[in-house]
């Protein structure tokens, strides 16, 4: 198969015309044949705009088919497709725009900024509708053929979250994206007779990179809803074979009284990623359904490099082996491998990793060994059987007293108390230590957990080091799009907890 995507993604849909893509919450069903008919349609109204072969198309606007029309008619034309998430504000947005450069926007509404006179603009909708829908309609002669790119060209931009510092902008390869997907779908088991119920966002790695290549590559079908609604999500489980999800898809269905076994009859596999899976919620969902969820560890600018097994032990707290292809290594500070069971770095090679950061050499070279590896700024150990598991980010280690304390570790710990529903661990500055161990948990009674409680019942479980020093009550964490937990948001909140004349308990 070709290295480049369009023509892959081409092929398959010349092979089932007739076969439904998506289905969706309208009941409406439309099928390979109609989608690529719209791709063509798109992608003459973008070349009729002047998009060019290497320009970049912005995309800000919520999840449609039209949307994923925009993307899969940027591979045919050979632009690069820049999807950022419909949260952004106005002030983020021309960041964003600044440093893209892009030849066309397409958003919910025009916007005003001053590189705007050299930026085509189009519209699109929550509900479809748009200029961009009006032209593609009006499309008289569709786009015939493709642009000739190979398995190194950039088809993608992806932005980082941006959690310290400006976002920067990953450079996916037409090679990147399919050698991932097909990986998956050899690795996951996807079959044409599959059915993704898909709910999530597409302007991230999970919901188009994975979920979408996943489903386009296998000639498959899926439920394509616009958000996660677990009304709905719980309707539509009946009719799916898979759910992709984040761990509060899983949290929310098991908030509901009638998930359970019935509902999941169909399902043959549930994958979680994007943000930590707790055990808590591992065992309790296998517990309500006699199925086990299947986590996997990705980001973006590397795709997916690891996955617990489809046939074989999925073990909490873990995020599996490396995926075929991917050479992966726990690295001390100057990228030598340690032994297993040793915490350090995780560091990746492989046909999955970013071409560099758009418009940034510098700090493209500093994230990479000389020998090639990619330097992920993430936390993990390997077992002795190569599973690996995540313990945080290295900017989230906790140094307390001169020693090292990895959130994950107590994360898992207090989230297996009764009367905690959700927790997230960080350090906060201390008079004596540097930095003390905080916990921002949310009750699962609505009471404030005190701090002595917590720490007598992880007496015998942590090291007094690791304990927190200080257990804070909160409605709710504050998460991301993705459900990953801002933790510089928390940091910002708790930076004074700890007074002048406090020391540690």
């Known amino acids: ?28 069903s439309i099928n390979y044949e109609q989608l690529f008919a719209q791709v063509h349609r798109v992608a003459a109204v973008l070349q009729d705009r002047g998009v060019n072969v290497g320009d970049r198309v912005v995309a800000h606007c919520d999840k449609t088919p039209l949307t994923l029309s925009l993307y899969i008619a940027c591979l045919k034309i050979g632009a690069v497709y820049v999807p950022l998430n419909t949260s952004y504000t106005s002030s983020e947005l021309a960041y964003f725009i600044d440093n893209a450069k892009p030849r066309l926007y397409v958003g919910s509404t025009p916007i005003e900024f001053e590189s705007s006179q050299r930026l085509i603009q189009l519209t699109l909708k929550a509900d479809g509708t748009g200029s961009l829908d009006e032209a593609a309609k009006a499309v008289s002669t569709p786009h015939t053929g493709a642009a000739e790119r190979d398995g ?33 779908n050899d690795v996951w088991g996807f079959r044409e007779d599959d059915v993704l119920l898909h709910a999530l966002p597409i302007y991230h790695v999970h919901g188009l990179f994975v979920a979408i290549h996943c489903v386009l590559l296998s000639g498959s079908s899926m439920i394509f809803q616009q958000r996660f609604d677990v009304q709905a999500v719980m309707r539509e489980l009946p009719n799916a074979t898979v759910l992709m999800g984040v761990p509060t898809f899983y949290t929310r269905l098991l908030a509901e009284q009638e998930f359970g076994e019935d509902v999941v009859r169909n399902m043959r596999l549930f994958i979680s990623g994007s943000a930590p899976l707790t055990e808590q919620t591992f065992r309790e969902f296998s517990q309500r359904t006699g199925m086990t969820i299947l986590e996997r560890y990705g980001m973006s600018e590397t795709l997916m490099n690891t996955s617990n097994p489809l046939n074989g032990e999925r073990k909490a707290g873990t995020v599996g082996f490396p995926l075929p292809g991917v050479s992966l290594r726990i690295a001390d500070e100057h990228g030598a491998r340690l032994a297993n069971g040793e915490v350090g770095g995780i560091e990746l090679k492989g046909p999955n990793v970013f071409k560099g950061y758009w418009e940034m050499s510098e700090k493209t070279a500093e994230e990479f060994r000389s020998d090639g590896y990619f330097i992920t700024g993430d936390m993990g150990v390997q077992d002795e059987d190569g599973r690996v598991s995540i313990v945080g980010r290295e900017k989230d280690v906790v140094i307390s007293g001169g020693l090292n304390v990895y959130p994950a570790e107590v994360e898992t710990a207090i989230g297996d108390l009764p009367e905690i529903a959700d927790v997230a661990v960080i350090g906060a500055p201390h008079p004596d230590f540097g930095e003390g161990v905080v916990a921002v948990v949310v009750s699962s009674s609505e009471r404030t957990i005190e701090t002595q409680s917590v720490r007598a019942q992880l007496k015998d479980v942590l090291a007094g080091f690791k304990q927190p020093q200080r257990v804070e009550t909160v409605a709710e964490l504050p998460r991301n799009a993705m459900g990953k937990i801002q933790k510089n948001a928390l940091r910002e909140q708790f930076k004074a907890v700890f007074n002048q004349s406090e020391s540690a308990a």
């Open 152 to 184: 190194d060209d950039i088809a993608a931009i992806l932005y980082t979250s941006g959690t310290t510092g400006r976002s920067k902008g990953a450079m996916l390869t037409h090679s990147n994206l399919m050698s991932n997907a097909l990986t998956l």
């Open 1 to 28: 198969m070709s290295e480049n995507l369009y023509s892959a993604l081409v092929q398959i849909a010349q092979a089932n015309p007739d076969k439904a893509c998506l289905v969706l919450e309208s009941g409406e």
